[in-house]
């Protein structure tokens, strides 16, 4: 992951984070197939003359002749194939990709018939160039007359031809596309099914079970009047992980009442020495919908290595809501590292949200974490 520091007005350094992209791979046998019908492609039209003409007619000047026509369509293909499907259509500039396929089409047209031209002239006391390459045989003063037309028949079938090729390129990338996604959304599927039993035991388990009772039981020795409350706020935490965490997306607020509930209950656990600010940034109409528990992991490590029940400790959360849809989670906490015979501080959470984030959101999140003077930072950005 790539990072950039620089300075906010105030001063303060300010971190700037560029997402390592998730790469998928497609198998090597797919791969090799795909060479081997674009090589046999490519050699069928190179050789489409050989098919045309008889053994008498065949001419290598005018075969050399022919080759570099197939080389202008095969700059067309792959020039959209390799960049301008992927640069500009992929990323909704489709007026560019408009214009520039038009230019590029226009302009190859226009050198094929120079092409033809020449090649025309070199077999004007020979054969004609194959495919009606240059212009046809005609007497001279007809030639004279209607010197313009032929000209522009030949482009403008040239132009067709090569607006095919740019359609043929398109469809096969935006095919080859689809088959990726219908990849990565199966995944996705069953991804979310194994998330889904994960986020039970992992998220909301007996430990956490365990400690928020017995702080509940704790309050009511004391005839405490946050009992009640508190045993409110763990009935509605588990009935949404049991009833909304199968769920693909849920409501914003939803998922921001989850995170109050979750952080009310493990007010109980904190010492006096702990200083805990919590600040939510949602508009009142916001109809954005966020994958289920993917904070929860991240609020849940802060509690878990933020808190010492000797020294001061503090947990900063801030969840915003951003103008253009984005959704901006930051955390900072004091850091009290763990004994390495403390099994939950092994990173399974962390772990599973990295995962769901490359298959949720692919490309459309930025999540950096960091520990510097034993302060722990995480900034978790997301495009919904």
């Not at 090597?28 to 090589?39: L, R």
């Not at 050789?47 to 202008?72: A, E, I, Q, T």
């Amino acid at each position: 992951m790539d990072q950039k520091k620089t300075e906010t007005p105030d001063g303060k350094p300010k971190l700037e984070i560029k997402p390592d992209k998730p790469q998928y791979w497609l198998p090597y046998t797919k791969i090799a197939d795909n060479i081997f019908i674009h090589i046999a492609a490519w050699c069928i039209i190179f050789g489409l003359p050989l098919f045309f003409m008889s053994r008498g007619d065949f001419s290598w000047v005018s075969f050399l002749l022919f080759l570099p026509v197939p080389v202008c369509f095969m700059i067309v293909f792959y020039s959209n194939y390799f960049y301008l499907i992927d640069r500009l259509l992929f990323e909704n500039r489709k007026n560019e990709f408009l214009i520039i396929n038009i230019l590029l089409i226009l302009g190859t047209a226009l050198l094929i018939h120079l092409w033809h031209e020449f090649s025309f002239s070199v077999n004007m006391h020979g054969d004609m160039p194959p495919f009606g390459g240059g212009k046809p045989p005609e007497d001279p003063p007809r030639m004279e007359k209607n010197r313009w037309l032929p000209i522009v028949i030949f482009i403008l079938r040239d132009v067709i031809l090569l607006t095919l090729v740019v359609v043929l390129s398109t469809a096969i990338k935006m095919s080859s596309r689809w088959t990726k996604i219908e990849a990565m959304q199966k995944e996705m599927q069953q991804a979310m099914i194994e998330a889904e039993l994960k986020n039970l035991k992992n998220q909301i388990n007996p430990h956490f079970l365990l400690n928020t009772l017995n702080n509940i039981y704790a309050l009511a020795q004391l005839n405490s009047p946050k009992v009640k409350p508190a045993i409110m706020d763990l009935s509605r935490l588990l009935q949404y992980v049991l009833y909304e965490n199968n769920k693909m997306y849920v409501p914003l607020k939803e998922e921001v009442n989850f995170i109050g509930n979750y952080i009310d209950l493990m007010r109980l656990r904190l010492p006096a020495n702990t200083n805990l600010s919590v600040k939510f940034d949602i508009r009142e109409n916001s109809e954005v919908m966020i994958a289920p528990l993917i904070f929860i992991s991240l609020i849940e490590n802060a509690f878990k290595h933020g808190v010492s029940s000797d020294e001061y400790s503090f947990i900063d959360i801030s969840l915003s809501e951003k103008e253009d849809g984005k959704i901006e989670f930051l955390c900072r906490n004091s850091h009290f590292p763990k004994d390495e015979s403390d099994k939950s501080g092994s990173g399974i959470g962390l772990q599973q949200v990295k995962k769901r984030l490359e298959l949720i959101y692919p490309y459309r999140h930025m999540w950096h974490k960091e520990i510097e003077n034993n302060i722990y930072s995480t900034v978790l950005i997301i495009e919904t």
